[in-house]
């Protein structure tokens, strides 16, 4: 066995070549991912006042559910031990659309099946999702998270329409329809 000092040098200088490659392979491959792919962790970062969310500004009742507005498709939730409010949104087919949800007590998520969307919602923040819905018909939207007793009920529906028949009203309100 070569244990003179030239021999462990070379096996060093090889080890140290090995991680530089395998460092700028992983950087890279960050790098790619991020700025190619545009594969990012969520960045979001909005604040908001947890215990005035339903008493003032965007996410009061009367705000909740799918907006049209300046020609974005815009769903407002409310997450909340254990119920989503509302519990359905509407949003158009293959268009754009901009998901924000908040929570007035706990640590919620959801994730929309068969979709990309798929986020926490801390309060104190507005998690923001932009997605494209591509299936038609009822997704279940659940809450993925474990926020006490009551997550296993905590579940909601997007419906994804055609675009013919999303309709705004005066407002640019769209709800539900009422059949399941
Ligand atoms: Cu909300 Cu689990």
């Known amino acids: 066995m070569a244990t003179d000092e030239a021999s462990v040098r070379h096996s060093e200088a090889r080890w140290a070549m090995a991680v530089s490659g395998f460092v700028v392979v992983v950087v890279g491959a960050t790098l790619f991912a991020a700025l190619a792919l545009h594969r990012n962790p969520p960045s979001n970062l909005e604040r908001i006042d947890p215990k005035t969310l339903h008493l003032t500004g965007e996410f009061t009742e009367g705000n909740l559910g799918t907006r049209f507005e300046d020609g974005q498709v815009v769903a407002r939730i409310v997450m909340t031990q254990f119920a989503f409010v509302p519990r359905c949104v509407v949003v158009p087919e293959g268009k754009p659309v901009t998901l924000r949800l908040s929570s007035p007590d706990v640590i919620h998520g959801i994730l929309v099946t068969g979709t990309n969307v798929n986020t926490m919602v801390v309060p104190g923040y507005v998690s923001q999702v932009h997605t494209v819905f591509r299936t038609m018909g009822n997704l279940l939207m659940p809450c993925h998270e474990f926020c006490g007793l009551g997550h296993s009920q905590m579940l909601a529906r997007v ?18 329809a009422t059949q399941q």
Request: aromatic share 6%; net charge negative.
């Open 159 to 176: 419906q994804v329409v055609p675009p013919d028949q999303f309709h705004p009203d005066a407002q640019g309100r769209v709800d539900c």
